[in-house]
């Protein structure tokens, strides 16, 4: 406790807070490794994968990332990059498709209207089922 006196003679009490060093999480420093050690192979197989079902679908895409996103199994900017978590080196094949055809409908259609899912459907008709078992995986 720390007691603050003013110049009118009142005083007021404050609670110090005790300010902790931050330290890195043993996970963290995992997931760091990890992320050294899969990010090549992750970004040679999505873009096989990538080029597969951009044929597919003739769509063209931008620059393509591979990241430690910790919330996101993937993105696409409005400029077409798309970006892709290393951890999906780790999911079946099948999961790792629906992720890339995912993002991949998003250059042609940017929301999750019906026509995305239409879309998406083309390639991967289980894309619901597919969908709740990713949102149950914790990356």
């Not at 042609?108 to 289980?126: I, M, R, Y």
């Amino acid at each position: 406790m720390l007691k603050i006196l003013f110049s009118d003679g009142s005083f007021k009490i404050v609670r110090r807070i005790k300010r902790r060093k931050k330290r890195r999480s043993l996970t963290t420093a995992f997931s760091k490794i990890d992320f050294l050690k899969n990010k090549e192979k992750a970004r040679e197989i999505i873009l096989e994968r990538l080029k597969h079902f951009s044929l597919l679908y003739d769509l063209s895409h931008g620059r393509v990332s591979i990241r430690n996103q910790k919330t996101r199994w993937g993105s696409c900017s409005k400029q077409g990059n798309l970006n892709f978590n290393y951890r999906l080196v780790h999911l079946r094949e099948e999961l790792l498709d629906y992720v890339i055809v995912h993002e991949l409908c998003h250059l042609k259609e940017f929301n999750h209207g019906s026509g995305f899912w239409d879309l998406v459907a083309k390639t991967t008709p289980k894309h619901r089922e597919l969908r709740r078992e990713l949102k149950n995986i914790r990356i």
